[in-house]
């Protein structure tokens, strides 16, 4: 998969995704990341891509003409998948959605800084708005290595065990089950016995049970079905 992002802080993006799984899929080629910083873009020698907003008020506005000549030589270069804006005003990422992109050749992201965008670009270009929450931070760069994050372990070949993807939360409408593993300060005490039998079909079934009683506790919404997809 190609993941295309647009943003005046590239270094910022290229070394959140360093790390871990993600970091390790780049290096092998299983993702490919590619950053366009619109600065390139800019036709003038300061190299500018910002200006006041019409009508008044405070900060700074990101302008069409470098954004529209990024999104040209991304589309020309090969494959540039929908063009996506993290935004606060846009749709909150689900898992769905997730999975959905993860299945596409590729995708772009456009990080926004300043006051804002320019809103004939977004009018123009920009096929989804998407948040991660209510709430505001500096820039779009952050929320896009979320999403990569999010995105990039559906991908076959990004996590060393795939089973690993298919049982985190929201994969169905449960949250996970609680975890155990080996602790030379506490032994076995505390751990449910069933987990020690080696009864896989009794594992499983508790796994399930334990899913439930969990997404009842911290988030009985999603088995009401009113959390959205």
Known sequence: MRLNVITLFPQMVSDALSYGVIGRAIKQGVIELVLFNPRDY???KHNTIDDKP???GAGMVMMH???????QDIKNKGESGPLVFMSPQGQKVTQKLCNDWSELPALTLLCGRYEGIDQRFLDGYVDEEISLGDYVISGGELAACVLIDAVARQIKGVLGAEESAKTDSFMTSMLAPPQYTRSELLGQSGVPDVLLSGNHKAIAEWKSQQALTVTKQKRPDLIAGTSGD
């Open 42 to 44: 800019a036709q003038n």
């Open 54 to 56: 019409f009508g008044g």
């Open 65 to 71: 003409d470098p954004l529209f000549r990024t999104w």
